[in-house]
């Protein structure tokens, strides 16, 4: 190395093509939503490639000529491989290991002068494991690490805020953008089956410590774009009061509506006031249903059925998860929980199988009781490619893999064909938020009226495919009657709105065509140079 030349790093997610038929596990791809959430939903999906937000965000903040590529080909990558770099970074959660495995083979062979770093949650794999691949193994925040590893100074948070903007489209269209906020990192939850507040010893990093930073990071993205929305990365972004109510603070003195899309918990939400999350700019939650006796900490607080109800009726749209595989389940169990939660008319549902993930509570249990399956303890390559939600490793009680497998599938369909499409909920909900809000004494509450009621005229065009296409007679007609109730409301569809209509039937049929398309599934390369 040229001392007097500063060290080039490359930052790099693993290669593509991802996907089962390239040899990844069921679940693994680019877009979380439409293949974890929304994957029986087909043309309906809302779709949005999930790019590894942290490589952006370290290369950001390190003051090194850094450059990062997002899901290159392996013929992309070796191209900048060849440009010469003392340190490269490999991002990877375990399900992409062998995928990993290329990455460093491809390294070695084309910049053998680079150093190696492993990064991401495939790191709660041992060292025995991972040496072999890696020079320096990254198990904690990734800018203190590498700025301690590349000679800088630390720095203390907040660490400066990247503009990151994520597009989500529906039926192959833009339908805006999300302004992606990192608000911290790990959880103290601690829930058994959880890698990432296990990854981070149950420790809650804040990237934004204060309600300030957060909305200091919101108000550049909004001056940036005025329309722009925000997805708020943080385990249980609700949990810290203090945090949340200084932010609502800010936005109440600013007196601006700051959409935002976040995870949080039944424990963190049950602090609030609905009202406090209507004005603090609460649009959407993903919060863990889990099972009715599953007992974690964080279910504690409100009834769960009360406040997903109270959070649909104020126009919040919830993204529940439920898991499928606790010990004490048998088919008849799931299909109760799975009635209980449907006939809450979540706007979004997962359903992941119940798995042990190296560094989790489960997982030692899982290995002290004997019960991963024979076929995993002979071969761990198997185990880590599973290790996506969607396989049974561990042997039940009372069902089969097979049985298991099927119930998880069932679970998906369900709720597509008892409620319908997740895009026409949404529209659901804020008809609901729009009616209890319109005519509030709080002004706040109502301009979330009008932001929902600008949502429901801007989504119209959704409604006819789903009228049309819809999964089941019972979709079709919830589609059919949002769109009367919304005419008799607000009167005549503008023509502009109705052309959009029927040019989305056309669109909806292109997108059911490009799924079936597998080469039409891949993102393009995304390099970004920083510090250059």
């Not at 919101?218 to 708020?232: C, D, E, G, Q, S």
């Not at 809450?344 to 399956?373: D, H, K, M, S, W």
Request: glycine share 6%; aromatic share 10%.
């Amino acid at each position: 190395m040229n001392p007097s030349k500063p060290p080039r790093l490359l930052l790099t997610s693993v290669c593509r093509p991802l996907g089962k038929p390239h040899g990844d596990g069921i679940s693994v791809g680019y877009e979380l939503l439409h293949e974890q959430v929304t994957r029986a939903q087909g043309c309906f999906s809302p779709r949005s490639y999930q790019l590894h937000f942290s490589l952006e965000y370290i290369a950001h903040n390190l003051d090194t000529p850094t450059v990062v590529l997002q899901y290159p080909s392996e013929r992309e990558l070796i191209r900048e491989l060849k440009r010469g770099y003392e340190y490269i970074g490999v991002s990877f959660i375990l399900s992409v290991f062998h995928k990993m495995r290329r990455v460093v083979e491809l390294i070695r062979q084309y910049s053998p002068q680079s150093k190696i770093i492993l990064g991401g949650y495939g790191t709660v794999l041992d060292d025995e494991e991972l040496k072999p691949y890696g020079d320096f193994i990254c198990r904690e925040e990734g800018v203190a690490f590498l700025r301690r590893l590349l000679g800088k100074p630390p720095k203390s948070m907040p660490y400066d805020h990247p503009l990151i903007i994520n597009g989500l489209q529906v039926f192959s269209q833009s339908i805006g953008e999300n302004g992606m906020v990192f608000a911290g990192l790990g959880c103290p939850n601690g829930c058994d089956f959880c890698c990432t507040s296990h990854f981070f010893k149950r420790r809650h990093i804040r990237l934004l410590p204060s309600g300030r930073d957060i909305f200091q990071v919101l108000m550049r993205y909004r001056n940036h774009n005025p329309a722009i929305k925000f997805t708020v990365l943080d385990e249980d972004f609700l949990l810290n009061k203090r945090r949340a109510l200084e932010l609502l603070e800010c936005v109440r003195k600013a007196n601006v509506d700051l959409p935002m899309f976040v995870f949080s918990s039944v424990k963190a939400l049950s602090q609030y006031q609905i009202c406090e999350l209507l004005e603090m700019g609460i649009s959407g939650v993903w919060m863990g249903y889990e099972g009715r006796r599953s007992n974690f900490a964080k279910q504690q607080g409100r009834p769960i059925d009360d406040l997903v109800k109270d959070l649909r009726s104020h126009g919040i749209n919830t993204l529940t998860s439920m898991i499928v595989g606790f010990d004490y389940q048998t088919p008849e169990i799931i299909q109760e929980e799975l009635n209980d939660l449907l006939a809450l008319e979540p706007t979004f549902t997962q359903f992941l199988i119940y798995g042990p993930v190296p560094g989790t509570p489960f997982y030692q249990r899982v290995i002290a009781e004997g019960r991963l399956r024979k076929k995993f303890i002979e071969s761990r390559q198997a185990f880590y490619r599973r290790c996506t939600g969607f396989y049974n490793v561990v042997q039940h009680p009372t069902m089969t893999t097979p049985q298991l497998q099927k119930i998880q599938r069932q679970c998906f369909q369900q709720d597509f064909e008892r409620l319908g499409p997740s895009i026409i909920r949404s529209v659901e909900t804020w008809w609901l938020g729009y009616q209890t809000l319109k005519d509030s004494t709080n002004a706040r509450l109502r301009a979330c009226a009008q932001r929902y009621r600008k949502d429901i005229l801007d989504a119209i065009p959704a409604l006819r495919p789903a009228m049309w296409m819809g999964p089941t007679t019972i979709a079709r007609e919830r589609a059919r009657k949002m769109l009367r109730t919304i005419q008799e409301e607000f009167g005549p569809i503008r023509l502009g709105t109705q052309l959009r209509s029927w040019l989305a039937l056309p669109l909806a049929s292109w997108t059911s065509l490009t799924l079936r398309i597998p080469w039409l599934q891949h993102p393009s390369l995304v390099r970004t140079e920083y510090h250059c």
